[in-house]
C-alpha cells in the first residue's frame, strides 16, 4: 500500500469533510456573493439566504460521513446540528458585520467566518452531533 493510500485510509473522514465543506461553501460564499451584488439585495439578507440553503445538503452528507442514515436518530442529529448551526449563524452574521464596517469584502468575511466555524465543526460533528 502506498504512503498515499495509507494517509488516505487514516484521514478519510476529515478528507471527506472537507469534500463536503467544499462544495457547501461554493453554494453558500457563491449565493452570497451573486444576492448582494447583481442581485442587490441587502448583505445580511443575501447571507441569510445563502447560508440556510447550503445547511440543507450539508446535513445530508455530513450525517451520512459522520453518523448514521438511521431514523431513530434523525430527531436527535437534527436538534443537535441546529444547536451548532444556530451558533454558526451567529458568528457568520457577526463577521460580516465587521467585515462590512472595516472595508473587507464579503468573500474574505464568509472565507474566514468558515474556517472559523469549520475547525469546531468537525469535533462536535465526531463527537457530539452525529452521535
Not at 30 to 52: D, E, K, N, Y
Request: aromatic fraction near 16%; proline fraction near 2%.
Amino acid at each position: 500500500m502506498s504512503i498515499l493510500s495509507r494517509l488516505y485510509q487514516r484521514y478519510k473522514k476529515f478528507a471527506l469533510f472537507l469534500v463536503v465543506g467544499v462544495v457547501s461553501f461554493g453554494v453558500d460564499a457563491g449565493l452570497l456573493v451573486l444576492l448582494a451584488g447583481p442581485v442587490g439585495i441587502p448583505p445580511w439578507l443575501a447571507a441569510t439566504i445563502s447560508f440556510w440553503l447550503s445547511v440543507l445538503a450539508n446535513f445530508s452528507l455530513n450525517r451520512v460521513l459522520f453518523g448514521t442514515r438511521d431514523a431513530d436518530k434523525l430527531l436527535s442529529h437534527s436538534f443537535r446540528y441546529g444547536v451548532l448551526l444556530g451558533a454558526n449563524y451567529c458568528v457568520t452574521l457577526a463577521g460580516i458585520e465587521v467585515a462590512q464596517a472595516v472595508g473587507l469584502g464579503l468573500f474574505i468575511a464568509k472565507t474566514a467566518t468558515t474556517a472559523v466555524t469549520s475547525i469546531w465543526n468537525y469535533f462536535l460533528y465526531r463527537h457530539w452531533v452525529f452521535k
